[in-house]
């Protein structure tokens, strides 16, 4: 049923619905892909600020950054 009715809409929406449908694709493809990127990306924390820590202790603020 609501299968249906979504593709009487798209039908009726002609040829604007194509190039609607593709975008739609793609940026629905980007997320994904920008999810499992940022999900994987891990950072040791104790490691980043143990640097942090010593450029500043070194006054090298430029490093710090």
Same mark, same amino acid.
Do not use: H
């Given at each position: 049923?609501? +299968?249906?009715? $979504? *593709?009487? !809409?798209?039908?009726? $929406? $002609? @040829? =604007?619905?194509?190039? @609607?449908?593709?975008?739609? =694709? /793609? *940026? @629905?493809?980007? *997320? =994904?892909?920008? +999810?499992?990127?940022y999900?994987?990306?891990? =950072?040791? *924390?104790? %490691?980043l !600020? &143990? %640097?942090?820590?010593?450029? /500043?202790? %070194?006054?090298? %603020?430029?490093? &710090?950054?």
């Amino acid at each position: 049923m609501f +299968w249906e009715n $979504g *593709v009487t !809409l798209f039908t009726k $929406g $002609g @040829l =604007v619905m194509y190039p @609607l449908f593709i975008c739609s =694709v /793609l *940026v @629905l493809t980007i *997320v =994904v892909e920008r +999810w499992f990127y940022y999900r994987t990306l891990q =950072v040791d *924390v104790e %490691k980043l !600020l &143990a %640097k942090i820590r010593e450029a /500043l202790q %070194k006054n090298n %603020k430029q490093q &710090a950054c």
